[in-house]
């Protein structure tokens, strides 16, 4: 028994896979995609994964169970690898796109989760037809056919999903059916109309740059470049357009990632994972150097192995939806049990052959970027140590979904410490609210920021200008001074507040932290825990790591380490926040702190420089440009 208990709980079917080449990854897709095969309906055309429901049909959720897998299985069939299993996706295709079949997934309709899961199928097409198409039978050929062509007449969401139709097109294309190119003309002119300077977009009409610029915007885009034949001149051109802004963006994304391959966790569609590594093995598969290829290797395999590194998956094997961990708490409305395996998107290399020079490059180590760097695009300032990168963030509008101003509004965003959200919205005594400043009138629920009125950036801070409620007024500025930041708020309220300011919340222990006392949660008593500050200074230490906050602020705030809800934290379970707690009363009130959280290894981060004057902060403000998302 004792044996057992210490035995590893991995919870991961690519838990130890080194990722060294690609006899690696096709290993980790296969022990990825083994446990699906127990999942398929007696048609094998639907995979149900679990019981939990999304906000689109079953049937569409089965069908996304059934075609997410295919992002990885057709590139490794395509490189001329094999999946014991892969005939019974193949028959799925067949049948449920027959309309007399009980696995139906029925027609695809206006914003219909149906269009999404179409792209796989024409991404399968096109790259393996030899597996994918040629083995149907001549009347699952028309189904599959007719089913695909009526997903273009219907109208995708106004963002990366008009890359659906081109990938659906790619797949017709390949396998000689036809169809209204002039539909595929209208995506592709579009999705063009979304692009911005330095190779970033926007995904759709919203102020957003997130992970969905690079796993969805770049991924298809260099998929259309590498793949797309036949339709002239102006395909062509519009196809090294799109090589060049992958050329442009790789340099900046790389920025998002610290020297343990992990990719910051920011924005939705968190679940997706290691879709992450989807832009590196993209930028191979349309050839496209835009880096070296030895640190373009580099990037994929290491983040790659972060992820073989997490509790991901469920005791089957089958990933969870979550983040660091399955958590239903930190999901949106659109997922359902099979949507992480779009994370599958990582494996497009693997239709490339061992002589590629992505794979025969040796990963270059990773090479750390100094000082502080400007994201200018997507509103950020990033900086680095060992085991973490850190960036303050603004400008961003936060998508209207449960959890939102998580997910977009903070202000900063940590590779190693990730981000937490609230698990209610009466959750003003009980909230971490990292990397956050709430306001509360009643002492129960909590306001933060969620749009800025103004949002600016210079070399090394932001500023912006928001409001949580009505007759409050907040001024931010977020100042990079690594390995501190200072967070500078000018608050104008008409009535009086409560305000909790957190700092990062660091992985829970089973052991007493080294240093700061946490309070347990109390509902309905915001304060409770709180105490004077010796040095303004709260924090909570563990063997593992180090979260301060020091307050700045002209009139002294309170302090608490808070013993966070459970699952609030995207990538650990169990979390400690530190927090400074004071009351407003009506008039204007200058809050300032400085915020730090690293590994315990480095050692204590000293103390913070001094904040700016306020005719400092005015010369900052003017100075700064807007930022170029927030403007979009």
């Known amino acids: 028994m004792a044996e057992q208990m210490n035995a590893p709980f991995t919870f991961n079917p690519m838990a130890g896979n080194p990722f060294a080449g690609r006899a690696d990854a096709a290993r980790a897709l296969a022990d990825l995609s083994a446990p699906l095969m127990a999942h398929f309906s007696a048609g094998k055309g639907r995979l149900r994964l679990g019981p939990a429901g999304a906000h689109f049909h079953e049937a569409a959720a089965d069908l996304e169970g059934l075609t997410r897998p295919l992002w990885g299985l057709a590139p490794l069939i395509a490189g001329g690898g094999h999946f014991e299993g892969i005939g019974d996706f193949v028959t799925g295709l067949a049948n449920g796109s027959d309309p007399d079949h009980p696995d139906y997934w029925g027609p695809a309709a206006d914003y219909d989760q149906r269009i999404v899961e179409s792209a796989a199928i024409g991404f399968a097409l096109a790259l393996a037809p030899e597996t994918f ?44 059916v036809e169809y209204d190119r002039a539909i595929i003309e209208g995506d592709l ?31 298809y885009g260099l998929i259309h470049a590498a793949l797309s034949t036949g339709h002239g001149a102006r395909d062509a051109t519009r196809a090294e357009r799109f090589r060049q802004r992958a050329r442009d963006f790789a340099p900046q994304i790389r920025l998002w990632y610290g020297d343990d391959g992990a990719a910051l966790p920011f924005g939705r569609s968190l679940t997706y994972r290691f879709a992450h590594a989807g832009f590196w093995g993209a930028l191979a598969l349309a050839d496209v150097e835009a880096l070296p290829w030895a640190e373009i290797r580099g990037y994929w395999a290491r ?88 960036v303050l963030t603004g400008g961003q509008e936060v998508f209207p979904m449960r959890q939102g101003p998580e997910k977009y509004g903070k202000f900063a965003y940590s590779t190693r410490y990730g981000f937490s959200v609230e698990n209610d919205s009466r959750s003003f005594a009980t909230g971490p609210f990292d990397s956050m400043l709430a306001f509360s009138v009643d002492g129960r629920h909590a306001l933060v920021r969620e749009s800025e009125s103004d949002a600016r950036i210079g070399a090394d801070y932001l500023c912006s200008e928001w409001s949580p409620m009505a007759g409050v007024t907040v001024q931010t500025w977020l100042l990079a001074r690594p390995p501190w930041h200072l967070r500078i708020h000018r608050i104008t309220t008409d009535r009086p507040v409560e305000t909790v300011e957190g700092g990062f919340t660091i992985r829970r222990t089973d052991r007493p932290p080294l240093h700061g006392l946490p309070a347990l949660p109390t509902a309905g008593h915001a304060g ?53 707690l004071t009351r407003l009363e009506p008039g204007t009130t200058w809050l300032a702190c400085a915020a730090c ?24 403000k003017a100075a700064a440009q807007p930022i170029p998302i927030w403007m979009a």
């Open 528 to 580: 409770a825990g709180s105490l004077p500050l010796a040095g303004g200074r709260v924090e909570v230490a563990t063997a593992e790591d180090l979260s301060v906050l020091i307050d700045l602020s002209p009139a002294p705030r309170r302090g608490r380490v808070l013993q966070a809800q459970p699952n609030t934290n995207v990538i650990f379970p169990r979390s400690w926040a530190p927090q400074l």
């Open 133 to 176: 198409w040629e083995p149907l039978p001549e009347t699952a050929k028309r189904n599959l056919a007719a089913w695909l062509v009526h997903s273009l007449s219907q109208t995708p969401a106004p963002n990366n999903w008009h890359f659906f139709h081109v990938l659906v097109s790619l797949g017709l294309d390949r396998v000689g």
């Open 597 to 620: 959280a690293r590994a315990a290894t480095l050692g204590d981060p000293g103390r913070p420089p001094e904040r700016p004057d306020d005719a400092g902060l005015a010369q900052m």
């Open 303 to 390: 983040n790659m192995r972060y992820w073989a590194s997490l509790p991901i998956a469920e005791r089957d094997g089958i990933l969870g939806v979550g983040y660091g961990y399955s958590n239903l708490l930190m999901s949106e409305s659109y997922n359902s049990p099979g949507s992480p395996y779009w994370a599958f998107k990582a494996f497009a290399p693997l239709a490339l052959p061992e002589s590629h020079p992505f794979w025969q490059a040796e990963e270059a180590p990773y090479r750390a970027t100094a000082g502080v760097s400007r994201l200018a695009q997507p509103g950020m300032i990033r900086w680095e140590e060992p085991e973490n990168v850190t």
């Open 189 to 219: 002119d579009y999705l063009e109309t979304l692009a911005m300077d330095e190779g970033w977009y926007r995904d759709g009409p919203g102020r957003r740059a997130e992970h969905y610029i690079p796993f969805a915007m770049h991924f």
